[in-house]
């Protein structure tokens, strides 16, 4: 199990890091060119005019790096969860495989639920002999 977890866990890794230093590059040009254009704007707004200048952190409207990586660990942390779900449902044994078993968690039930030693999944709900 641990030999699964561990290759899903690395796999979740490396996408993470591809994403991320996509998603780096791609705003980091993004603030490049606009920063350099509000910066060209201000200095020429400054020049013909008297106004205050702006305070701005120099960051566009809109830009979330760190949600997209977050959704890149959510996505990889699910599919782990799921990677590890499927692989203990497949290993775990099954009831009704034979005859008996099926037959032992039907009456197993039917105690369970107040209704007497009976088959409830027949027809009329028989009295087990």
């Keep these: 199990m641990s030999g699964w977890l561990s ?28 920063v350099t254009t509000k910066m060209m704007t201000d200095a020429t707004t400054k020049a013909t005019t008297d106004a205050a200048p702006r305070v701005s952190s120099g960051m566009p409207r809109g830009v979330r790096v760190p949600a997209v990586a977050l959704g890149a660990t959510v996505a990889g942390a699910a599919l782990v969860f799921l990677a590890w779900a499927y692989w203990t449902a497949l290993r775990a044994p099954a009831v009704g495989l034979f005859h008996d078993d099926g037959i032992y968690a039907v009456t197993a039930k039917a105690l369970a639920s107040g209704r007497g030693y009976r088959i409830l999944s027949l027809p009329g709900e028989m009295a087990q002999t």
Excluded: K
């Design 7 to 34: 290759a899903a866990a690395e796999i979740t890794a490396v996408v993470t890091a591809e994403v991320t230093a996509e998603v780096t590059a791609e705003v980091t040009a993004e603030v490049t060119a606009e």
